[in-house]
């Protein structure tokens, strides 16, 4: 067995090789840029070596810095991690070289599968289904769209080298092909230093199933189930679920024996993931192969019981797989949500900052037998960088069906405190809520379809508002014993604290209650329908997050002070309330509301971000859905379109300017 592993990546996958390391006794050094000098899995880590700049392209995918590194520690094993050199068959040889073991599988299944367009060629050799594409190399964007035009439309155009939605565009038509080609050459040239590009047929109504396979050195390979990932943006996979609720067994016997048939013909060891698209009738086809630990692999963990990390480690040790494809066998549900440093309410914008909270939900078994685990690589006071990817953590809830999972990844949704940044945690809540994801009733296209207009947040029902206004009584009647309590006041002036109230959340109604405290709970009485709510909590007036029984309900709510009210947020509902007296109440609906400034003749930047391109100048008409402008933010292309017709009155930066969020980029007469 190894005695040093160098981890050559980054964030939460480094904490998570870390982890496993140091369980078997293994000692770890971490690799760390400028702007990852006080990252976690620095700090875990038994040893670290500084390895340049911030940009990835300047430290993180430099093989020779990784060398010297190795070299200066004594490692004698490396694991990659996914993205970086996890897939870089220069880097397993240049291992290879030094005498080092690479974490991973062998030189020629990297360059075989890693290519996408070698796989496909490959694939079809060994009898796995294939989609219908162009799989030689497109020179420039006219071949890109005569290409296009004869496999027929939608077509998908992908980076050869792509991963981790890097680098693919959808074309629905010409115009599409030619700004996809290009755009895609863009991020995959700026994210793998490969700008290679293939064309293949888009399969409507499709969902992303892929099948986990192990392999060891001497022959044996086995496949773990599969895991359905259709829940996707921009091609960028966001909830993770094992098993897929669509395979039936056959199915799954027969996806996973081509996963490992292909494996076997590119003598494949260590573990990997083959990818396939699967439509309504369960017809399935090869998409690609990672060479490399997957993401999502956590969920295959949680049914499974197997260490995928250890297996990698035992097998680039040379030892052989300690079991066989029969006892392989799939227990309960898992989902993993990925948390990501994205603003759902700016069309999924990066965001960056300080985390100025960060608190996780309790990890382990549950009382009700339900696991929760959270994959991170931050910590409260740490920094999210625009460097590299977005993604915070994978919060991953394992429960014996699949609506237990669905359940308890739910409460540790809620249960999950982040601020400082913008982050995608009430999106995530929205699709465990949404009646479409809890039939199962999964595509590629979920999030498209739908939240066709972007996401703006969930709008409480009658039942939730009624909830939510019975909590915001409780908070409000805490808040109120506690200010009577305050020592100081005036003798014979004593407060009391009254009974009725009007509860206002915006833009979900107002509701008249009243509160009193009785038989250690408090009851919530709604005047208009004389229905009650009983409410019970330990929270405390300073608390961001309690959980409260509401009617027999244990739900977990975030509870901050807002403008004289409160701010909850629920289930994906984020509410600002306000609990007045009636006669406050009545006055209130008299004030004027004040309206946000007029920002219709601007483009404003909506993500921290670069400026790559300008497409426009000062006097140019422009159409509606013209591109304006490029920002390149987190290793990806973000193109601003306009809105409606109009004329450029003046453009206030250039390509290179490095820009804030609502900082501006041109202004329209």
């Not at 367009?117 to 009898?127: D, F, V």
């Given at each position: 067995?190894?005695?040093?592993?160098?981890?050559?990546?980054?964030?939460?996958?480094?904490?998570?090789?870390?982890?496993?390391?140091?369980?078997?006794?293994?000692?770890?050094?971490?690799?760390?840029?400028?702007?990852?000098?006080?990252?976690?899995?620095?700090?875990?880590?038994?040893?670290?070596?500084?390895?340049?700049?911030?940009?990835?392209?300047?430290?993180?995918?430099?093989?020779?810095?990784?060398?010297?590194?190795?070299?200066?520690?004594?490692?004698?094993?490396?694991?990659?991690?996914?993205?970086?050199?996890?897939?870089?068959?220069?880097?397993?040889?240049?291992?290879?070289?030094?005498?080092?073991?690479?974490?991973?599988?062998?030189?020629?299944a990297i360059e075989a599968m890693g290519d996408k367009i070698t796989s496909k060629k490959l694939a079809a050799e060994a009898r796995v289904n294939t989609v219908p594409g162009h799989m030689g190399l497109i020179a420039d964007a006219d071949e890109a769209v005569k290409i296009s035009s004869?496999?027929?439309?939608?077509?998908?155009?992908?980076?050869?080298?792509?991963?981790?939605?890097?680098?693919?565009?959808?074309?629905?038509?010409?115009?599409?092909?030619?700004?996809?080609?290009?755009?895609?050459?863009?991020?995959?040239?700026s994210s793998f230093g490969d700008d290679r590009i293939f064309i293949e047929k888009f399969v409507t109504q499709p969902r992303h199933i892929e099948i986990q396979v192990l392999g060891d050195k001497h022959g044996n390979t086995i496949y773990l189930g599969e895991r359905e990932c259709s829940?996707?943006?921009?091609?960028?996979?966001?909830?993770?679920?094992?098993?897929?609720?669509?395979?039936?067994?056959?199915?799954?016997?027969?996806?996973?024996?081509?996963?490992?048939?292909?494996?076997?013909?590119?003598?494949?060891?260590?573990?990997?993931?083959?990818?396939?698209?699967?439509?309504?009738?369960?017809?399935?086809?090869?998409?690609?192969?990672?060479?490399?630990?997957?993401?999502?692999?956590?969920?295959?963990?949680?049914?499974?019981?197997?260490?995928?990390?250890?297996?990698?480690?035992?097998?680039?040790?040379?030892?052989?797989?300690?079991?066989?494809?029969?006892?392989?066998?799939?227990?309960?549900?898992?989902?993993?949500?990925?948390?990501?440093?994205?603003?759902?309410?700016?069309?999924?914008?990066?965001?960056?900052?300080?985390?100025?909270?960060?608190?996780?939900?309790?990890?382990?078994?549950?009382?009700?037998?339900?696991?929760?685990?959270?994959?991170?690589?931050?910590?409260?006071?740490?920094?999210?960088?625009?460097?590299?990817?977005?993604?915070?953590?994978?919060?991953?809830?394992?429960?014996?069906?699949?609506?237990?999972?669905?359940?308890?990844?739910?409460?540790?949704?809620?249960?999950?405190?982040?601020?400082?940044?913008?982050?995608?945690?009430?999106?995530?809540?929205?699709?465990?809520?949404?009646?479409?994801?809890?039939?199962?009733?999964?595509?590629?296209?979920?999030?498209?379809?739908?939240?066709?207009?972007?996401?703006?947040?969930?709008?409480?029902?009658?039942?939730?508002?009624?909830?939510?206004?019975?909590?915001?009584?409780?908070?409000?009647?805490?808040?109120?014993?506690?200010?009577?309590?305050?020592?100081?006041?005036?003798?014979?002036?004593?407060?009391?604290?009254?009974?009725?109230?009007?509860?206002?959340?915006?833009?979900?109604?107002?509701?008249?209650?009243?509160?009193?405290?009785?038989?250690?709970?408090?009851?919530?009485?709604?005047?208009?329908?004389?229905?009650?709510?009983?409410?019970?909590?330990?929270?405390?007036?300073?608390?961001?997050?309690?959980?409260?029984?509401?009617?027999?309900?244990?739900?977990?709510?975030?509870?901050?002070?807002?403008?004289?009210?409160?701010?909850?947020?629920?289930?994906?509902?984020?509410?600002?309330?306000?609990?007045?007296?009636?006669?406050?109440?009545?006055?209130?609906?008299?004030?004027?509301?004040?309206?946000?400034?007029?920002?219709?003749?601007?483009?404003?930047?909506?993500?921290?971000?670069?400026?790559?391109?300008?497409?426009?100048?000062?006097?140019?008409?422009?159409?509606?859905?013209?591109?304006?402008?490029?920002?390149?933010?987190?290793?990806?292309?973000?193109?601003?379109?306009?809105?409606?017709?109009?004329?450029?009155?003046?453009?206030?930066?250039?390509?290179?300017?490095?820009?804030?969020?609502?900082?501006?980029?041109?202004?329209?007469?």
């Amino acid at each position: 067995m190894f005695k040093k592993i160098l981890i050559a990546n980054r964030g939460e996958i480094a904490c998570r090789v870390i982890k496993t390391a140091s369980r078997l006794g293994i000692a770890t050094v971490a690799v760390y840029s400028d702007a990852d000098r006080d990252a976690l899995h620095v700090k875990m880590a038994d040893e670290a070596v500084h390895i340049g700049p911030a940009p990835s392209s300047q430290s993180y995918i430099v093989i020779d810095r990784i060398i010297d590194a190795i070299r200066q520690t004594g490692a004698d094993a490396v694991h990659p991690g996914y993205g970086f050199l996890s897939e870089n068959a220069k880097f397993a040889e240049a291992l290879e070289k030094e005498g080092v073991a690479f974490i991973g599988p062998p030189v020629g299944a990297i360059e075989a599968m890693g290519d996408k367009i070698t796989s496909k060629k490959l694939a079809a050799e060994a009898r796995v289904n294939t989609v219908p594409g162009h799989m030689g190399l497109i020179a420039d964007a006219d071949e890109a769209v005569k290409i296009s035009s004869s496999i027929g439309y939608p077509v998908m155009i992908k980076a050869s080298a792509g991963g981790g939605g890097k680098g693919m565009r959808i074309a629905w038509n010409d115009a599409e092909a030619r700004e996809g080609f290009q755009s895609s050459k863009n991020e995959a040239k700026s994210s793998f230093g490969d700008d290679r590009i293939f064309i293949e047929k888009f399969v409507t109504q499709p969902r992303h199933i892929e099948i986990q396979v192990l392999g060891d050195k001497h022959g044996n390979t086995i496949y773990l189930g599969e895991r359905e990932c259709s829940i996707q943006r921009r091609n960028q996979k966001v909830v993770e679920e094992a098993p897929s609720p669509f395979l039936d067994e056959a199915t799954r016997k027969a996806m996973g024996e081509q996963a490992v048939a292909l494996s076997k013909a590119v003598g494949y060891h260590s573990a990997g993931t083959v990818e396939f698209i699967v439509d309504g009738e369960r017809n399935f086809y090869f998409l690609e192969m990672n060479t490399r630990l997957q993401v999502e692999h956590p969920v295959t963990e949680l049914i499974t019981g197997i260490d995928l990390v250890e297996e990698m480690i035992r097998v680039a040790a040379g030892e052989k797989l300690k079991i066989a494809q029969d006892d392989v066998t799939l227990d309960g549900w898992a989902i993993e949500s990925r948390l990501y440093a994205e603003d759902p309410y700016r069309n999924f914008l990066p965001s960056i900052g300080r985390l100025t909270r960060y608190r996780p939900p309790e990890e382990g078994t549950q009382d009700n037998g339900t696991v929760i685990r959270n994959d991170t690589g931050v910590f409260e006071g740490g920094e999210i960088s625009m460097y590299y990817d977005p993604m915070i953590a994978k919060l991953c809830a394992w429960g014996q069906t699949r609506e237990d999972a669905v359940r308890a990844m739910s409460g540790a949704l809620d249960d999950f405190e982040v601020e400082g940044i913008g982050h995608n945690l009430p999106f995530l809540s929205a699709v465990m809520e949404h009646p479409r994801f809890k039939a199962g009733r999964l595509t590629t296209a979920f999030i498209a379809e739908e939240w066709p207009e972007g996401f703006a947040g969930v709008t409480p029902d009658d039942g939730e508002a009624r909830t939510l206004a019975a909590v915001a009584a409780f908070v409000n009647l805490r808040t109120q014993k506690r200010n009577v309590l305050i020592s100081g006041t005036l003798a014979n002036h004593p407060r009391h604290v009254g009974r009725d109230w009007v509860v206002k959340l915006n833009g979900s109604g107002e509701f008249a209650v009243n509160v009193r405290d009785e038989g250690g709970k408090t009851q919530v009485a709604f005047v208009d329908d004389d229905s009650s709510l009983a409410v019970a909590s330990d929270w405390l007036p300073g608390r961001s997050h309690a959980h409260f029984t509401v009617g027999g309900r244990r739900i977990g709510v975030k509870v901050q002070p807002a403008n004289s009210g409160w701010r909850l947020r629920w289930r994906g509902i984020d509410v600002k309330v306000h609990v007045r007296s009636p006669r406050i109440a009545e006055l209130s609906r008299l004030m004027p509301e004040k309206l946000p400034p007029d920002t219709s003749k601007m483009l404003l930047c909506p993500m921290p971000g670069v400026v790559t391109a300008i497409a426009v100048a000062a006097g140019d008409e422009v159409q509606e859905g013209q591109a304006l402008a490029t920002v390149e933010a987190m290793k990806m292309e973000n193109v601003l379109r306009a809105e409606r017709r109009g004329v450029v009155k003046s453009v206030a930066v250039e390509p290179g300017s490095s820009l804030a969020v609502d900082e501006l980029i041109m202004e329209f007469e």
